[in-house]
């Protein structure tokens, strides 16, 4: 079956730019989505078809999906930003997300 | 206001039976492909089920032949029977939707109902 892998964590100072990979086996063939998950609250897209924002995504959230790795890019990171971030993609009519990393911003 | 409201969960025996539904409000729920998701307290999300707008549906390989996703488009509602449900099926269980005219990412949740297998 299809795998995601991210790393379990990512710590960024505030201000700073902040990257988070989701390797997968010609992921850059598939598009890649991201999501935000704070502390007992819902996911929310931030990033979907590899770079695309959502209406009321700050602009300082991108995406990129080449090869077999995805990022998700947050420049001047805030602390509103601290979070667990999931990356998802479709594989034969199969839904997959990666492990999850927490965001930390010190 | 476009939102997702999940209610039906509780506390069910291991091989028990629940239904979970899922009201759309402020979108046509059958004009979007409509997914359920899980997830285990402190871990990740893990994808339950999927309905396309033409019907078409799909499981992963753990749930396939005990979950049954549906929706009725008259109550504007999308559904998930889970049958023979096992302790690893706890989770919180969200539904959602798919990005319009897309499949690929989800950009409405519901807030989540909570599901618990223990005798």
Sequence with gaps: ?106 | EVQLVESGGGLVQPGGSLRLSCAAAGFTLRTYDMYWVRQVTGKGLEWVSAVGTAGDRYYPGSVRGRFTVSRENAKNSLYLQMDSLRAGDTAVYYCARAVAATHDAFDVWGQGTMVTVSS
């Design chain 1, 1 to 106: 079956s299809y795998e995601l892998t991210q790393p379990p964590s990512v710590s960024v100072s505030p201000g700073q730019t902040a990257s988070i990979t989701c390797s997968g086996n010609n992921l850059g063939d598939k598009y890649a989505s991201w999501y935000q998950q704070k502390p007992g609250q819902s996911p929310v897209l931030v990033i979907y078809q590899d770079t695309k924002r959502p209406s009321g995504i700050p602009e300082r959230f991108s995406g990129s999906n080449s090869g077999s790795t995805a990022t998700l890019t947050i420049s001047g990171t805030q602390a509103m930003d601290e979070a667990d971030y999931y990356c998802q993609a479709w594989d034969s009519s199969t839904v997959v997300f990666g492990g999850g990393t927490r965001l930390t911003v010190l």
